[in-house]
């Protein structure tokens, strides 16, 4: 297909890159999941303000879901 955003398991990529397996092999790209420097505290009610973005860890989607906030500083590190 042609997909610009998945989500998966870990083997996707060396899946992918297997040439007795793949048909993509070579046209794979990947990135992590883009973090923020200001995630919201709901406990406190209020934007923190971090030295260094958190980044998401959960990379299966089971809660998290691929989306570029219009407040980012950096959009072209989602990409």
């Avoid at 870990?10 to 990135?31: F, H």
């Avoid at 505290?41 to 030295?51: C, H, I, K, S, Y």
Wanted: proline share 8%; with cysteine.
């Amino acid at each position: 297909g042609n997909a610009i955003m998945t989500f998966s398991w870990g083997d996707v990529g060396s899946l992918s890159q297997d040439p007795t397996q793949s048909v993509i092999q070579g046209k794979l790209g990947a990135r992590g999941i883009p973090g923020t420097r200001f995630p919201y505290d709901m406990e406190a009610g209020e934007f923190l303000e971090l030295e260094e973005p958190n980044m998401v860890g959960n990379q299966v989607g089971c809660s998290w879901h691929p989306v570029i906030s219009v407040y980012a500083e950096d959009p072209d590190l989602a990409y």
